[in-house]
T-cell receptor, first 117, second 111 residues
Framework: DAGVIQSPRHEVTEMGQEVTLRCKPI?????LFWYRQTMMRGLELLIY????????DSGMPEDRFSAKMPNASFSTLKIQPSEPRDSAVYFC???????????????FGPGTRLLVL | TQLLEQSPQFLSIQEGENLTVYCNSS?????LQWYRQEPGEGPVLLVT?????EVKKLKRLTFQFGDARKDSSLHITAAQPGDTGLYLC???????????FGKGTKLTVNP
């Protein structure tokens, strides 16, 4: 299995531009998560989907951020307009359906390193 | 306020030494996971603990979940340079798929 695939791996853009990050989860996984990691705040959950439906978007910082999952094999995280404080590493992760009390493993992609100038 | 506090934030030791890192909270978790993250990569799961007082061993790594399920520790025996990385604890509450992560302990093991 190829694992979780994210693109691009690096993105440098100017303030005010639109940024789109892409994720392909592991085939067969029911859950998809978007995280942001910074030195100051650590790894923060932005939003997660179950069977392509957004379940919890309480971590999305503001209306400039939006996420979609049009099908089971693709998701996007969009920032419009981008600001310097959005600079971070953005991770996508997927996990299978747990079906029980035990927490399932989340499989992380390699991340997209975003720099907004 | 960070829900999961990890300590120490940074740790630099020599090869062969033992170490313990901690993950503490005032909240109860239904399960707790430990991940390791290497530079330029995403976190990778090491272990999941679900029962208060549970101890799990993974080669030279020993993980313990507190009796009250509010805290956890990771002990590494005879650390090796390959153990270098960011160790993250993550808690789940009430059967939710949502994980809350600590900020991590950055471990450096010098040869």
């Amino acid at each position: 299995d190829a694992g979780v695939i994210q693109s691009p791996r690096h993105e440098v853009t100017e303030m005010g531009q639109e940024v789109t990050l892409r994720c392909k989860p592991i085939s067969g996984h029911d859950y998809l998560f978007w995280y942001r990691q910074t030195m100051m705040r650590g790894l923060e959950l932005l939003i997660y989907f179950n069977n392509n439906v957004p379940i919890d978007d309480s971590g999305m910082p503001e209306d400039r951020f939006s996420a979609k999952m049009p099908n089971a094999s693709f998701s996007t995280l969009k920032i419009q307009p981008s600001e310097p404080r959005d600079s971070a590493v953005y991770f996508c992760a997927s996990s299978p359906h747990s079906g029980g009390a035990r927490q399932e493993t989340q499989y992380f992609g390699p991340g997209t390193r975003l720099l907004v100038l | 306020t960070q829900l999961l506090e990890q300590s120490p934030q940074f740790l630099s030791i020599q090869e062969g030494e033992n170490l313990t890192v901690y993950c503490n909270s005032s909240s109860v978790f239904s399960s707790l996971q430990w991940y390791r993250q290497e530079p330029g990569e995403g976190p990778v799961l090491l272990v999941t603990v679900v029962t208060g007082g549970e101890v799990k061993k993974l080669k030279r790594l020993t993980f313990q979940f507190g009796d009250a399920r509010k805290d956890s520790s990771l002990h590494i025996t005879a650390a090796q340079p390959g153990d270098t990385g960011l160790y993250l604890c993550a808690g789940a509450r009430g059967g939710s798929e949502k994980l809350v992560f600590g900020k991590g302990t950055k471990l450096t093991v010098n040869p």
